[in-house]
């Protein structure tokens, strides 16, 4: 039973770091073109990287550009 359990919580750390990498590449592509991406999209990759475990500073790096 812990061992399902565990791999349902590797499985949903991935599926958040997926889901932050995609945001994260979102936001710089749109920082590269020279735009300021909305503060809602850096809002929800941040919320994805807390649940995937991203340290706190790389997440705001990801914030402050």
Do not use: T, W
Not at 4 to 19: A, F, G, P, T, V
């Amino acid at each position: 039973m812990i061992k399902i359990i565990m791999e349902s919580d590797d499985k949903n750390i991935k599926k958040h770091k997926l889901e932050y990498l995609e945001l994260a590449l979102k936001i710089n592509k749109l920082r590269f073109k020279g735009a300021e991406p909305p503060f809602e999209l850096i809002m929800q990759a941040q919320k994805a990287g807390r649940l995937a475990g991203i340290s706190e500073h790389q997440l705001n790096k990801l914030l402050f550009g």
